[in-house]
Nanobody, 123 residues
Framework: QVQPVETGGGNVQPGKSLRLSCAAP????????VGWFRQSLGRNSEFVAR????????HYADSVDGRFIISRDRAKNTVDLQMDSLKPEDTAVYHC????????????????WGRGTQVTVSS
């Protein structure tokens, strides 16, 4: 399986924006669903958002709905996560992953994971 690669993390102040990108090196993603998860220190991995690679359908965690947007670029084989109005509680390592299922919102349904990119929201 092709391991996704995340880019775009960094340090930002509350209320600012960041855009993360997930790429599938060498080809397309290995499953019909691409998702973003995050894990902060001492906590379990948390679902953030997912998108159907073919359908384009999206789904968000309540904690980010209205602030984050997940999108795909089929020409570039990338899935982006636009994060606006960031809060300190958004601080985490963000992972991109692919699932063999057409609808997946739990980590155990995802098969191929990237190493992650750190997002820190602090004043």
């Amino acid at each position: 399986q092709v391991q996704p690669v995340e880019t775009g993390g960094g340090n930002v102040q509350p209320g600012k924006s960041l855009r993360l990108s997930c790429a599938a090196p060498g080809g397309t993603f290995s499953g019909p669903t691409v998702g973003w998860f995050r894990q902060s220190l001492g906590r379990n991995s948390e679902f953030v958002a997912r998108i159907g690679w073919n359908s384009g359908t999206t789904h968000y965690a309540d904690s980010v709905d209205g602030r984050f947007i997940i999108s795909r670029d089929r020409a570039k084989n990338t899935v982006d996560l636009q994060m606006d109005s960031l809060k300190p509680e958004d601080t985490a390592v963000y992972h991109c992953a692919t699932s063999r299922y057409t609808w997946a919102t739990v980590a155990s349904d995802y098969d191929s994971w990237g190493r992650g990119t750190q997002v820190t929201v602090s004043s």
